[in-house]
């Protein structure tokens, strides 16, 4: 059974950084990247950031780029968001999930190529 488990989220000021951390486990994950979408209230689920656990390959939303970095710890099974220069528009609940490498190259910006996904975790942004 795949689990991911996020953690890391919190409250933070505009212009502070958090990190998130997405510990994975029940499978063998070199045939799969990892992805970081997010929901604010009321609006759809978007993609942030993704990695393949080699971690020589990222990708990452218009919207993040400069601010956010994703890396991997391959022997914790465990990928990290690192969320720098917050505004309050990142405010949103946050969730990894794990995506096919056939996917990867051509679909990792759409939610419907992942198959198992976390519980989420809450990033508010104060202003």
């Known amino acids: 059974q795949v689990q991911l488990a996020e953690s890391g989220g919190g409250l933070v000021q505009a212009g502070g950084s958090l990190r998130l951390s997405c510990a994975a486990s029940g499978r063998t994950f070199s045939s799969y990247a990892m992805g970081w979408f997010r929901q604010a209230p009321g609006k759809d689920r978007e993609f942030v950031a993704a990695?393949?656990?080699?971690?020589?390959?990222?990708r990452f939303a218009d919207s993040v780029k400069g601010r956010f970095t994703i890396s991997t710890d391959n022997a914790k099974n465990t990928v990290y968001l690192q969320m720098n220069s917050l505004k309050p528009e990142d405010t949103a609940v946050y969730y990894c999930?794990?995506?096919?490498?056939?996917?990867?190259?051509?679909?990792?910006?759409?939610?419907?190529?992942?198959?198992?996904w976390g519980q989420g975790t809450q990033v508010t942004v104060s202003s």
């Open positions: 990695v393949n656990w080699s971690g020589e390959k990222t």
């Open positions: 999930a794990t995506v096919p490498l056939t996917y990867y190259n051509d679909r990792y910006y759409s939610d419907s190529s992942y198959d198992y």
